[in-house]
């Protein structure tokens, strides 16, 4: 029986394997044909013309993690040390399960709900169609929240009593002991968190290809549409063929090695902390 | 600054007593700012946080269920039809495919997961060079985003194996996606069942392969069960890794290589052909109150444990 066991261990190795030899089997030969420079930094993705620059994409998803990051990271580092030194048991026994069930909503979920709500809220302010990056970074923004309280609460709660009380006793107030002596000390897990954050927001896909516009063109203003590496191959992958369907499968190869980075930079900080 | 203003000492009446020691009416609490905006500001912002978090749900939850209800009492005998039609858009269909999709994919990740997670704590060496592959890939596997999946479904079951937009290559896709979760909750769930049960058993002349089996297995099952119906939570709502592996089509299969579509991607076909959105808030609402349904499930059988550990 340990060979059975030993064969299930090797089960993931073997779908990382995997996963990475088809994606890169596919989609690497595709960025050669079409020039690497040309793929990554073209500014036009026209499929019919036969171009495939990606670097629109690859800007719209960092402009709409980093602006969820700006919306989320605040909110929930507050909401987390809020949870973990500050909140009554009364409450805190109906917002924790509230905060797991807004990690088990399922993303198109919300899109749906930014769509219907967020959307034309956006278009009364600034008018337009109200499909724009400020749009896909707020939703991603809540999105992300759930991730980042789960694991900034366990950073601040992981924190010794004692750096708390020593504050206290030096004659500040608890939230300035909490935020000036123990969230320093909490500083790596609570980056952990905002990483698993960044993952989970440049990674998404079904919320955001609802609202975000899908424009394939540089955005010039927080108002205006973006698309995501991730809205990009939803969007065509149905009708896409040859090379224009092999681009796409670059495109998520690119994404993949951003999530790569972004894993590695996860597990470095956390075996920092161990 | 003013110390006599901060240092608060409770009143000592007979009402207060009863309170505790501590009690403190709301003038005291906001006394004590006095002087330290900065204090006041950081814990403004804690309230406002948790404020909007506490807020999101509610608008989304409710703005789902006073747009959805109305909708699904609208639609009513059409949308629960036998079989769909582009006039009753029926989600009975995409209903029982999820149901499908889900058992499929559990058959699959489960027992690997299971297995996997007893190599990890019952088996391997610490420190083996082999288990910290196994984690980091774990590890990796956990972080891939759901649309990479599909593609790599899409690659390897629907174009290199030829089996096309099917039941059997999202359900495929879909074990791999759920396996981290399942190896991590069942490790979990195995290093919280106590040493001593399996000193005793091994005490008594039983192997390890039986301990494990008769012994850790049963003590470790509500952990696992708490892992599994998580990972029905994430097969439910998930859309991306799915519109590419097992289509989009409207029926309920009679083959594993049938193409079907799950309730969440008859959403997302929904909501991107744009003309039924009523029928988009009708099946948010079903899709919602499972995932409610399966939060409190999992959230009760995490609390069963609680219990008996203490």
């Given at each position: 029986?340990?060979?059975?066991?030993?064969?299930?261990?090797?089960?993931?190795v073997?779908?990382?394997?995997?996963?990475?030899?088809?994606?890169?089997?596919?989609?690497?030969?595709?960025?050669?044909?079409?020039?690497?420079?040309?793929?990554?930094?073209?500014?036009?993705?026209?499929?019919?013309?036969?171009?495939?620059?990606?670097f629109p994409?690859?800007?719209?998803s960092?402009?709409?993690?980093?602006?969820?990051?700006?919306?989320?990271?605040?909110v929930?580092?507050?909401?987390?040390?809020?949870m973990a030194?500050f909140?009554?048991?009364?409450?805190?026994?109906?917002?924790?399960?509230?905060?797991?069930l807004?990690?088990?909503i399922?993303?198109?979920?919300?899109?749906?709900?930014?769509?219907?709500?967020?959307?034309?809220?956006?278009?009364?302010?600034?008018?337009?169609?109200?499909?724009?990056?400020?749009?896909?970074?707020?939703?991603?923004?809540?999105m992300?929240?759930?991730?980042?309280?789960?694991?900034a609460?366990?950073?601040?709660?992981a924190?010794?009593?004692?750096?708390?009380?020593?504050?206290l006793?030096?004659?500040a107030?608890?939230?300035?002991?909490?935020f000036?002596?123990?969230?320093p000390?909490?500083?790596?897990?609570?980056?952990?968190?905002?990483?698993?954050?960044?993952?989970?927001?440049?990674?998404e896909?079904?919320?955001?290809?609802?609202?975000?516009?899908?424009?394939?063109v540089?955005?010039?203003?927080?108002?205006?549409g973006?698309?995501t590496?991730?809205?990009?191959?939803?969007?065509?992958?149905?009708?896409?063929?040859?090379l224009h369907?092999?681009?796409?499968i670059?495109?998520?190869?690119?994404?993949?090695?951003?999530?790569?980075?972004i894993?590695?930079?996860?597990?470095?900080?956390?075996?920092?902390?161990? | 600054m003013?110390y006599?203003?901060t240092?608060?000492?409770?009143?000592?009446?007979?009402?207060?007593?009863?309170?505790?020691i501590?009690?403190?009416?709301?003038?005291?609490?906001?006394?004590e700012?006095?002087?330290?905006?900065s204090?006041l500001?950081l814990?403004?912002?804690?309230?406002?946080?948790?404020?909007?978090t506490?807020?999101?749900?509610?608008?989304?939850?409710?703005?789902?269920l006073?747009?959805?209800?109305p909708?699904?009492?609208?639609?009513?005998?059409?949308?629960?039809?036998?079989?769909y039609t582009?006039?009753?858009?029926s989600?009975?269909?995409?209903?029982?495919?999820?149901?499908?999709?889900?058992?499929?994919?559990l058959?699959?990740a489960?027992?690997?997961?299971?297995?996997a997670?007893?190599?990890?704590v019952?088996?391997?060496?610490?420190?083996?060079k082999?288990v910290?592959?196994?984690?980091?890939?774990?590890?990796?596997?956990?972080?891939?985003?759901?649309?990479?999946?599909?593609?790599?479904?899409?690659?390897?079951?629907?174009?290199?194996?030829g089996?096309?937009?099917?039941l059997?290559?999202?359900?495929?896709?879909l074990?791999v996606?759920?396996?981290?979760?399942?190896?991590?909750?069942?490790?979990?769930?195995l290093?919280s069942?106590p040493?001593?049960?399996?000193?005793?058993?091994?005490g008594?002349?039983?192997g390890?392969?039986r301990?494990?089996?008769?012994?850790?297995?049963?003590?470790?099952?509500?952990g696992?069960?708490?892992?599994?119906?998580?990972?029905i939570?994430?097969?439910v709502?998930?859309?991306?890794?799915?519109?590419?592996?097992?289509?989009?089509?409207?029926?309920?299969?009679?083959?594993l290589t049938?193409?079907?579509?799950?309730?969440?991607?008859?959403?997302y076909?929904?909501?991107?052909?744009?003309?039924?959105t009523?029928?988009?808030?009708?099946?948010?609402?079903?899709?919602?109150?499972?995932?409610?349904?399966?939060?409190?499930?999992?959230?009760?059988?995490?609390k069963?444990?609680?219990?008996?550990?203490?």
């Open positions: 029986m340990k060979g059975v066991f030993l064969i299930s261990a090797c089960v993931s073997i779908a990382v394997v995997t996963i990475c030899v088809f994606l890169f089997a596919n989609g690497v030969p595709a960025i050669a044909k079409i020039g690497p420079s040309e793929f990554l930094l073209g500014k036009s993705w026209k499929p019919l013309e036969n171009k495939f620059g990606i994409m690859i800007v719209g960092i402009y709409v993690t980093a602006g969820a990051i700006i919306i989320g990271v605040p929930g580092i507050f909401c987390a040390v809020f030194k909140c009554p048991q009364g409450l805190y026994k109906i917002l924790k399960p509230a905060i797991e807004l990690a088990g399922p993303s198109i979920v919300y899109g749906f709900f930014g769509l219907m709500v967020i959307v034309p809220v956006m278009q009364d302010i600034f008018g337009g169609s109200g499909k724009s990056m400020l749009t896909a970074s707020v939703l991603l923004g809540i992300i929240l759930p991730t980042i309280i789960g694991v609460e366990s950073a601040v709660r924190v010794p009593e004692s750096y708390y009380e020593g504050s006793a030096l004659g107030t608890s939230e300035r002991s909490v000036c002596a123990m969230l000390a909490a500083k790596t897990g609570i980056m952990a968190g905002v990483i698993l954050g960044i993952g989970r927001a440049i990674g896909t079904m919320a955001v290809v609802m609202i975000c516009g899908n424009q394939s540089l955005p010039n203003s927080i108002t205006s973006v698309r590496l991730t809205a990009n191959i939803v969007l065509e992958m149905g009708y896409a063929a040859d369907r092999d681009a796409l670059a495109t998520a190869v690119v994404l993949f090695v951003f999530i790569l980075i894993n590695t930079l996860f597990s470095i900080i956390k075996n920092n902390k161990e | 003013d006599t203003e240092a608060v000492m409770p009143v000592k009446s007979a009402e207060n007593q009863a309170e505790g501590n009690f403190r009416t709301w003038k005291q609490r906001l006394r700012y006095k002087g330290r905006p204090s500001i814990k403004l912002l804690m309230l406002f946080s948790a404020a909007v506490a807020g999101v749900l509610v608008l989304l939850t409710g703005y789902i006073i747009k959805g209800i909708a699904l009492i609208e639609y009513f005998p059409g949308i629960f039809a036998w079989k582009s006039e009753n858009v989600m009975t269909p995409a209903v029982i495919n999820t149901v499908i999709m889900t058992v499929l994919s058959v699959m489960v027992p690997v997961g299971i297995f997670a007893i190599y990890l019952e088996y391997a060496k610490r420190g083996s082999l910290k592959v196994i984690r980091i890939t774990a590890e990796t596997l956990s972080g891939i985003p759901s649309i990479v999946y599909g593609l790599f479904g899409y690659i390897l079951f629907v174009i290199t194996l089996l096309s937009y099917s059997i290559s999202g359900a495929v896709t074990a996606m759920i396996l981290p979760l399942i190896i991590r909750t069942t490790e979990e769930a290093l069942v040493d001593s049960y399996r000193e005793g058993s091994f008594l002349g039983a390890r392969l301990t494990v089996f008769r012994i850790v297995l049963p003590s470790a099952v509500p696992i069960l708490a892992g599994v119906i998580l990972a939570g994430r097969i709502g998930e859309s991306a890794a799915l519109i590419f592996t097992a289509g989009t089509y409207a029926a309920v299969p009679t083959h049938d193409s079907a579509r799950t309730l969440s991607v008859h959403m076909a929904l909501l991107s052909e744009g003309l039924y009523g029928q988009a808030h009708a099946s948010a609402v079903v899709l919602l109150a499972v995932v409610v349904g399966i939060n409190l499930l999992s959230g009760f059988i995490a069963k444990i609680g219990n008996k550990s203490c």
